[in-house]
Nanobody
Framework: QVPLVESGGGLVQAGDSLRLSCAASGGDFSSYTMGWFRQATGKEREFVAAVTWRAITWLYADSVKGRFTISRDDAKNTVYLQMTSLKPEDTAVYYC????????????????????WGQGTQVTVSS
C-alpha cells in the first residue's frame, strides 16, 4: 500500500474547471495503475477514471466521459484529474488509488471490491 495524498479540491461554480492532483510516495510509481474515485454524501463510492502503468489504457465513467481527463507524470509520482464543465452532481470527496500492474477495469472494480485510499479532497460545485 503506497501512501497517497490528494489535493486541488475546492468550491467552484457550475461550468468551471478544476485540476486534482494525487502524489504517491514510495514504491515504483511507473508500475502503478492509478485511479480516481468519488463519494458524495450518503452515496456509495464510485469510479471516476483510471490510467494504467505506462499510460497504456484509460477508462472513464460514463458520467464524466468527455469532461474529465486523467493523466500521469511518472517523473513526479503524480496523477492528475482535469475536470471541466463541472456540474453540481460532481460534488463529492475525490480519492485516488494505486495498484501495481492491474487493468483499468480492475481498478474501476475497486469501487466495490475495496482498496487503499488517501484522505481525499473535497470538490463542491454550486449551481
Amino acid at each position: 500500500q503506497v501512501p497517497l495524498v490528494e489535493s486541488g479540491g475546492g468550491l467552484v461554480q457550475a461550468g468551471d474547471s478544476l485540476r486534482l492532483s494525487c502524489a504517491a510516495s514510495g514504491g515504483d510509481f511507473s508500475s502503478y495503475t492509478m485511479g480516481w474515485f468519488r463519494q458524495a454524501t450518503g452515496k456509495e463510492r464510485e469510479f471516476v477514471a483510471a490510467v494504467t502503468w505506462r499510460a497504456i489504457t484509460w477508462l472513464y465513467a460514463d458520467s464524466v466521459k468527455g469532461r474529465f481527463t486523467i493523466s500521469r507524470d511518472d517523473a513526479k509520482n503524480t496523477v492528475y484529474l482535469q475536470m471541466t464543465s463541472l456540474k453540481p452532481e460532481d460534488t463529492a470527496v475525490y480519492y485516488c488509488a494505486a495498484k501495481t500492474f492491474i487493468t483499468a477495469q480492475a481498478m474501476a472494480d475497486m469501487a466495490t471490491t475495496g482498496g487503499s485510499w488517501g484522505q481525499g479532497t473535497q470538490v463542491t460545485v454550486s449551481s
